[in-house]
Each structure stands twice: as C-alpha cells, then as structure tokens.
C-alpha cells in the first residue's frame, strides 16, 4: 500500500528537513518545496493529501497560496507562522487552513496536529479517489481506472480530467482550466483544447462525437458522470492504451 503523501513548502531548509525527517521516521511519503513555484508542480505531480505550508515564502505570500490550494478541494492544509496575533490566525484559517500552528512549536506537537488531520483522511472526510461507476480517478496512486483497465495519462492529463470531475458536473471555462489545473500561468486558452483532444483519445468511445467530456459552447468543458452509468465501453481503444487489472 502506498504511503500517504504529504508535501512540505518551507523556505528554511533546516526546518524542512527537520519536519520531513520526522515524518518520514513515522512511515508517511513525504516531498518538499522551498518555494511557491516548486510548490505548485510538485502538487500537481504528487496530489498530496496534506500540505504543511508556511505563511511566509521566499517569493510570495503563503496565505495567498493557501487560498489557492483550498479551491482544488483535494488537500487538508497545516499552516505554519511566526505571526502570531489573533487576526492572522483568522485570516489563514479563512483562506483554507485546517490547522494552524504558531512558530515556534515542539515536535510533538507538531507530530500530533499531523496525525489528527490524518485521521480526518482515514475518516473519509478527504476523498481518496472519485468514483464515477466503471471509472474511477484514484488521487492517492494518481491513476484512473476505466472498465477495468488502467487508462495510461501524462500528469497534466490527470490534472485536467481531475479537475473537470471534481466539478460536480458543472461547466468550465479554458481560463479557470488552465488557473486551476496547470502549475504555470499560460496565457493560451487553446492549450486547453490540445489535452482535451488527447484525453479524449484515450477514454471516449467515439473520441470524434465525445460524451464523457462535453464541449459546452461560448463557455468551455464539463466532465459528463452520468454516461459512466450507461454503456460506455471503450473496449477498442482500452485495448489499445489500456492496462488490464
């Protein structure tokens, strides 16, 4: 079984590698960022189930991060932070924060706050995976599953089918695509539709007349759950890029 990930964002390269060692000795995967924009793709790439943040980064506000991270709807957030007052911790919490902790803390303590939001996770109160009838978007192992095949996708391809599920249905634009599911900022909405095309290769039926991910016109994609209920059986290109379980 895989080890629950956690991510580390912290610029102090001493304190980073304290808390990772800690974690690690108590048997969790853990990967670590010293800055805002390692931080991004490593989250894309690794899909932590929780993020351990500092509020202050070598280039840029951590809080600002944090409302960011809250808006994927996929990670339980610890921040920590020298700042102290009532109104930051409000203001972090407010942004997304599960937990906040003020520097400078005991390891134990620090320990303990990590194990209590990880049994929020064992809790199922943070989803593991998506689960759509015969397809299934695991968020731990970052892998989907689609009639009983594994579905081979590029990283960015996962974040795009991750986020287009986690909509619940609803349309989304090529602007909030690119915000919500690529690491870097692009300024071209067309990037949007080149992956589309490329998911859509590979988990369609009929990828030219697509109706697990719609084309919504003047607006953008949604992810379409309820055709997973019906008879979508890719079978000829499962066949083809598909992995068997």
């Given at each position: 079984?895989?080890?629950?990930?956690?991510?580390?964002?912290?610029?102090?390269?001493?304190?980073?590698?304290?808390?990772?060692?800690?974690?690690?000795?108590?048997?969790?995967?853990?990967?670590?960022?010293?800055?805002?924009?390692?931080?991004?793709?490593?989250?894309?790439?690794?899909?932590?189930?929780?993020?351990?943040?500092?509020?202050?980064?070598?280039?840029?506000?951590?809080?600002?991060?944090?409302?960011?991270?809250?808006?994927?709807?996929?990670?339980?957030?610890?921040?920590?932070?020298?700042?102290?007052?009532?109104?930051?911790?409000?203001?972090?919490?407010?942004?997304?924060?599960?937990?906040?902790?003020?520097?400078?803390?005991?390891?134990?303590?620090?320990?303990?706050?990590?194990?209590?939001?990880?049994?929020?996770?064992?809790?199922?109160t943070a989803p593991l995976s998506l689960n759509y009838g015969d397809?299934?978007?695991?968020?731990?192992?970052?892998?989907?599953?689609?009639?009983?095949?594994?579905?081979?996708?590029?990283?960015?391809?996962?974040?795009?089918?991750?986020?287009?599920?986690?909509?619940?249905?609803?349309?989304?634009?090529?602007?909030?695509?690119?915000?919500?599911?690529?690491?870097?900022?692009?300024?071209?909405?067309?990037?949007?539709?080149?992956?589309?095309?490329?998911?859509?290769?590979?988990?369609?039926?009929?990828?030219?007349?697509?109706?697990?991910?719609?084309?919504?016109?003047?607006?953008?994609?949604?992810?379409?759950?309820?055709?997973?209920?019906?008879?979508?059986?890719?079978?000829?290109?499962?066949?083809?890029?598909?992995?068997?379980?």
């Amino acid at each position: 079984m895989e080890p629950i990930c956690i991510q580390i964002i912290q610029g102090n390269p001493h304190l980073r590698s304290l808390l990772g060692w800690h974690l690690q000795q108590a048997g969790y995967g853990v990967y670590q960022s010293d800055s805002l924009g390692q931080a991004k793709q490593a989250f894309f790439h690794r899909q932590p189930i929780l993020v351990i943040l500092d509020s202050d980064l070598p280039d840029g506000d951590g809080v600002e991060f944090c409302q960011w991270l809250q808006e994927q709807r996929q990670s339980l957030i610890l921040m920590l932070s020298a700042r102290n007052t009532e109104s930051d911790i409000v203001r972090g919490l407010k942004a997304g924060a599960d937990d906040y902790l003020v520097k400078p803390f005991g390891m134990q303590e620090f320990m303990a706050r990590v194990e209590a939001l990880i049994r929020r996770v064992r809790l199922n109160t943070a989803p593991l995976s998506l689960n759509y009838g015969d397809l299934k978007i695991d968020l731990v192992q970052r892998r989907v599953c689609l009639k009983g095949y594994f579905i081979e996708l590029t990283p960015q391809e996962f974040s795009l089918l991750y986020v287009l599920a986690q909509s619940e249905g609803l349309p989304l634009s090529r602007s909030e695509l690119l915000r919500r599911a690529w690491p870097d900022a692009i300024d071209n909405p067309r990037t949007i539709d080149t992956h589309v095309l490329s998911l859509r290769k590979k988990i369609e039926t009929d990828p030219r007349q697509p109706n697990l991910i719609q084309t919504i016109r003047n607006v953008g994609y949604r992810f379409n759950p309820e055709i997973i209920q019906g008879n979508h059986v890719p079978t000829e290109e499962l066949a083809q890029g598909g992995r068997r379980l």
